[in-house]
């Protein structure tokens, strides 16, 4: 990138894809396309089958107790969306209460803003410390009969907080809410059971674990999914359709409208399988090396704040330089092959929390390495230096 070697810091928004992906596509679309779930000739069952398969190994992934609980989605803002609208449809009224948290992606605030305001419901915000970490003695005040839906990351997105998800879920049905887990930047890089956690929904993104864009998991438990209303009208999701009415397939079927993402889902598989032959457990331990790395570094650079120091956190490392604007650190670092985040983050409630213009992030993968945070490192430093010329490491 620019002419120089690519160190790419950016996996939190987007992962690069492996051969193993790509190929699985190409061999998709060029030996083995056909529609699914319609049509009785070779191909046709060949590829329906394949797709079946990527549900089948989404359910162990994620240690679901169904196949039935696994919903293909665009990825975790459709999942958002879908739960938001069908959930608040049949379960959410007037005067009832809805929590999310101040370091929530606006993926996971807008679909809960516009459910409160068509049902004229209330939404509550659990504020985090200035470590990036949730007040839970406030978020145990904030519970209540009201409380119908809580919906938290699992990972936070800018601070890279790790959320004491167990415990969420636990006081949370108490009160006898839900609670919807955003998965999005915890699927990929750590391994994941929603049973043993006791979601009741759970949803991740394709493009994240380095599968391809337009495609997504929605994990529901089944005796809630079933109770909830279909989400779009079209093919795939019909029994039988008359003048008089419709009636629905059942579970997973029921919310997925369509011909659906098949080359996607064909691709979803090879990441999944890419990752497990690695090891959720040695990619974890490697990106945690890389995070305690980086920190370590960071930490020993003048001007340099990191912007969430929670205990426990994911590969994620947000910063500002003081009196530097993070654009023009990004453009700096930018042009010498290193791909980092700038900006809002998607996170503007959380940037107003920490009263900053703008964000700077290093998020890594399982490519990344020691030898590419060294560089990274002096690249910054001399980017630090062009634009403040007084400083001195």
Known sequence: MSGKPLIYF?????TQKPHSVIDAITKCYSEDYATVHRAIYEIAAKSTESY????????????ASHE???IFTKGTTEAINLIATVFGEAFIKEGDEIIISVMEHHSNIVPWQLLAERKGARLRWIPINDRGELDMEAFKGMLSEKTKMVSIAHVANVTGTVNPIGEIITLSHQVGARVFIDGAQSAGHQPIDVTLMDADFFAFSGHKIYGPTGIGVLYGKKELLDLLPPYQGGGDMIDQVTQEGTTFQQLPLKFE???????????LGAAIDYLQAIGMDEIAKWEQKLLARVTKKMEGIQGIKIIGTADKKG??????????????IGTLLGLKGLALRTGHLCAQPLMRRFEVPAFARFSFGIYNSFEEIESAMQSLKEAMLLLQPQLSF
């Open 10 to 14: 950016d996996s939190a928004a987007t």
């Open 52 to 63: 079946a398969a990527v549900r089948r190994k989404v359910k162990a992934f994620i240690g």
């Open 68 to 70: 039935e609980e696994i």
């Open 257 to 267: 409208a369509g011909t659906p993402m098949i080359a996607q889902a064909i691709g």
């Open 315 to 328: 590969p994620i490392v947000t910063f500002i330089v003081e009196g530097l604007h993070s654009l023009d």
